[in-house]
């Protein structure tokens, strides 16, 4: 049994940080890849990040270059996601995806149908 599960989020103001976490518990391998995906009301379920485990090769989005970080404990199975310069438009439902099974293309990382397991989600509001 997988489980993923989400913390960190909260309310913060324009200009500040935010550290998302996301523990993964249960038989997961080591051919593994972790992302983060996030949704607003009204919005489609966007990318935001993920991380190849085994060479921690870290994938973003042109919206998140530059201001969001992805990162891995192998040790602990978790991964983070540390948040700049947030702003009103990246307020949403943030969500931690788990995925599983082989990949032979960086691109099987940047759907949410590329990911086996999810978290629950965590609420990320900037007030602006």
């Known amino acids: 049994q997988v489980q993923l599960v989400e913390s960190g989020g909260g309310l913060v103001q324009a200009g500040g940080s935010l550290r998302l976490s996301c523990a993964a518990s249960?038989?997961?391998?080591?051919?593994?890849?972790m992302g983060w995906f996030r949704q607003a009301p009204g919005k489609e379920r966007e990318f935001v990040a993920a991380?190849?485990?085994?060479?921690?090769?870290?994938y973003y989005p042109d919206s998140v270059k530059g201001r969001f970080t992805i990162s891995g404990d192998n040790a602990k199975n978790t991964v983070y996601l540390q948040m700049n310069s947030l702003n009103a438009e990246d307020t949403a439902v943030y969500y931690c995806a788990l995925r599983v099974r082989p990949s032979y293309s960086t691109g099987t990382y940047y759907g949410a149908g590329g990911y086996d397991y999810w978290g629950q989600g965590t609420q990320v509001s900037v007030s602006s």
């Open positions: 249960g038989r997961i391998g080591s051919n593994y890849a």
């Open positions: 991380i190849r485990w085994s060479s921690s090769n870290t």
